[in-house]
């Protein structure tokens, strides 16, 4: 985990969107960070290295993951409304009881993930790589 990084995301998105334009050749690193119970509407998460860290209870409404590592993270209870998850590697990441609704999710691998109680309603799902034995039903 880079402090300076977890810095950028305390001073909200569009300072992260900044930092992005200005580093195009570098990631976030945000491994292991404490976000829990934070407001994290819109950000851009995009190729972020985010293995272990903390959303749980979070909203993270139509923030962006696109190629993130989310793998061991902790989601639980968070929000994840209209968020954008393509080719995003969350193996072994806690999404129990977190809200799906309306995300877009594209090649995502969510193997040994926990997704008891996860709300996936009106999401657009495509090509995930689900829990072994889970079934997600089709819920419109």
Known sequence: MNPDHVKLVESGPEAVKK???DNTTEQLDLRNADFSNR????????????????F???????????????RRANFSGASLRKATLHRTNCAGSDFSNADFSRAAMY???????????????????????WPEGVDVPAKG
């Open 19 to 21: 930092w992005q334009i």
């Open 39 to 54: 407001e994290l509407v819109s950000f851009d998460f995009s190729r972020a290295m985010l293995d272990g860290v903390n």
């Open 56 to 70: 749980s209870g979070s909203k993270l409404d139509e923030s962006v993951f696109s190629e993130a590592r989310m």
């Open 107 to 129: 090649r995502c691998v969510l193997r040994d993930c926990t997704i008891e109680g996860a709300t996936f309603k009106a999401a657009n799902l495509f090509k995930i790589s």
